[in-house]
């Protein structure tokens, strides 16, 4: 078995300061861990303030996600199951797929690390300093500091597999594009202690990215960024769900939380002396904000807009005339099971389906922001394989390939299999001649988040799905999969949804920068704006929720930068001296 041993970073509940702590933060995603090992490594000449992280989900380890599809429903967060992994939202408009544990969405992510189009930075949503900040090399910097810290690369034989061969063969039916490699952050390279002290394994090339890594190998927060704000003294408590925060009589804030043990839940407030720092999410983060100003924190009218979706879309190139090898095999490809999908000899390493994604095409980049579009290959995770091959052996996709009788026959063969229960890995399987698109966009950041009777966030965004965005992402999708000989498959939430319901996984906005409270509900530096204009003192929101437009490729990178530099503010407002 490949998975490592590793020692939880959680402090136990018992273990909190009594008094509260100077510093609270909320959430433990790229916001929250970049902002916690920041501030508890920072130089503090006047004296080093307590600092803690609250995390409304559990502790998750390599070894311990799901790999098949009734652990996964078992995984999935809800009322019923407040600490599952799988945050997943769905709207009549719009969902959002999420993580919820210590590393927030890091756990299931892809892991992708790539900068935005300079462009992006251009549109009037974002405040003057950050513009000022990119043109004078800052972002750059924090972009490359971000990736080093998270040790993102390429994958070392990222040209050779199948998947990504295939995804560059679908780009000659489109025109000129930008491919490359993706840097993703995932070990490639050595077996043992990381840099921060944190055991991980080399990757296998399973393809089990977005589930979980059950190997140890993705540079998910905990082996970095919360390692070091554990390492500078920061308390971590999980299964902590933070509802509201509101002014304390004496400076300060109170931070109300409900925590969950076993059958056991406990509601009580947390007093946060200096700073508050939100970072529970586009989601998590506007809802907390959003159940504080109906609790009487006066905020701006702008709270809970500029929601975007990325301009997110998937569609699938279905039972093509190349094998793809884009299906999952979980931590165990050398396990007893593995051979009996796939008879020895065992498959090279480049036969495997690799990371989740593993390289991008960049589509119009020398036309308009606005008409520029990503578009990367995308794993199917071993959870899924079985409830897939039946699925899509039975859906009625858009042939584009109909007048090849013989092709005709071999690929209803390979359907038929699939729909049998064969395993689609072997050589014949319609699923493994299959390739996923995740493709990003510029959509319009118009959504809205709103709470719903029960007090949770929901987003609500009329006519989103009829954008010319997404027209024009199926068009070029289209015409990847008729390159490739497949069935061309939208998204099925898309495809069958009257509204033509989307699904991201890459969230923004609810809580957007802005130059004042007139455009956003916090400035260049995370502070929050009370009603009248004024800066709620101490009071910050860090995380992809102030991310004022849509960023047109993976954005946690962007989020990781904008957040470094807020984490300075936050730093040197409080006379510290931030670390290189």
Same mark, same amino acid.
């Given at each position: 078995?490949?998975?490592? $041993?590793?020692?939880?970073?959680? %402090? ?55 790999? %098949? ?9 809800? @009322? ?81 597999? @199948? ?27 050595? $077996? ?53 925060? &509101? ?44 159940? @504080? ?26 039972? @093509? ?66 409830? &897939? ?87 070029? &999708? ?36 802005? $130059? ?6 916090? %400035? ?29 490729? %993976? ?26």
């Amino acid at each position: 078995m490949f998975t490592v $041993e590793r020692n939880p970073l959680a %402090n136990n509940w018992n273990d909190r300061l009594p008094g509260g702590y100077d510093i609270v933060i909320i959430g433990s995603g790229y916001g929250g861990a970049i902002t916690a090992a920041r501030l508890a490594n920072a130089e503090w000449p006047a004296g080093r303030p307590s600092i803690c992280v609250l995390e409304r989900g559990q502790e998750w380890l390599p070894g311990h996600f799901p790999d %098949n599809l009734i652990d996964g429903a078992g995984a999935l967060r809800s @009322s019923l199951n407040p600490l599952g992994l799988y945050d997943f939202r769905i709207g009549t408009d719009i969902g959002a797929w999420m993580g919820s544990g210590l590393g927030g969405t890091s756990l299931i992510n892809a892991n992708v690390a790539i900068e935005p189009d300079d462009e992006v930075f251009d549109n009037a949503q974002w405040p003057q300093a950050i513009r000022d900040a990119r043109d004078a090399g800052a972002l750059k910097a924090l972009f490359t500091r971000v990736r080093s810290t998270l040790h993102a690369r390429a994958h070392p034989q990222g040209r050779e597999l @199948s998947k990504v061969k295939a995804l560059q063969l679908g780009a000659q039916a489109v025109g000129v594009a930008d491919f490359d490699l993706c840097n993703i952050a995932v070990n490639f390279e050595f $077996e043992g202690d990381n840099w921060a002290g944190v055991k991980q394994r080399r990757c296998i090339n399973c393809g089990d990215c977005i589930t979980g890594c059950n190997v140890g190998a993705k540079n998910t927060l905990d082996t970095n960024y919360l390692a070091l704000a554990k390492a500078g003294g920061a308390h971590m408590f999980t299964q902590v769900e933070v509802r509201g925060i &509101a002014t304390a009589a004496g400076g300060g804030y109170t931070v109300q939380y409900k925590r969950r043990d076993g059958d056991e839940t406990e509601e009580d407030t947390l007093t946060a002396r200096r700073v508050v720092v939100v970072s529970a999410g586009a989601l998590g983060s506007t809802g907390i904000m959003l159940r @504080s100003e109906a609790d009487g924190l006066p905020l701006p009218g702008t709270l809970g807009t500029r929601f975007s979706g990325n301009g997110d879309f998937i569609a699938f190139a279905y039972n @093509s005339e190349h094998r793809t090898d884009a299906l999952g095999w979980g931590a165990y490809p050398e396990s007893d099971r593995a051979r009996r999908i796939q008879p020895a000899p065992q498959p090279a390493p480049t036969l495997f389906p690799g990371p989740s994604i593993v390289a991008r095409i960049k589509y119009h980049t020398d036309r308009p922001l606005a008409e520029r579009m990503t578009f990367e290959d995308l794993s199917l995770p071993l959870m899924y394989i079985d409830a &897939a091959r039946a699925t899509f052996a039975a859906f009625i996709g858009k042939d584009t390939d109909s007048d090849d009788f013989f092709d005709e026959v071999r690929e209803s063969g390979r359907r038929a299999r699939d729909f049998l229960g064969v395993d689609p890995r072997l050589e014949g399987g319609a699923l493994n001649y299959t390739l996923m698109y995740l493709i990003m966009g510029q959509d319009g950041a118009g959504g809205k988040v709103e709470l719903d009777e029960s007090g949770e966030p929901g987003i609500v965004w009329p006519g989103v799905g009829g954008q010319s965005v997404f027209q024009d992402e199926v068009a070029v &999708a289209l015409g990847h999969a008729t390159e490739l000989g497949a069935d061309f498959i939208e998204n099925p939430i898309w495809a069958f949804s009257p509204f033509h319901t989307l699904l991201t996984p890459h969230p923004l906005g609810g809580c957007p920068m802005g $130059e004042s409270a007139a455009s956003g509900v916090v %400035n260049h530096l995370g502070q929050v704006f009370s009603e009248d204009g004024s800066i709620h003192e101490g009071l910050y929101i860090a995380d992809g929720s102030v991310i004022p437009t849509s960023i047109g490729v %993976n954005p946690f990178l962007t989020i990781s930068a904008i957040t470094e530099r807020i984490a300075e503010g936050i730093i040197t407002k409080l006379g510290g001296v931030p670390k290189a």
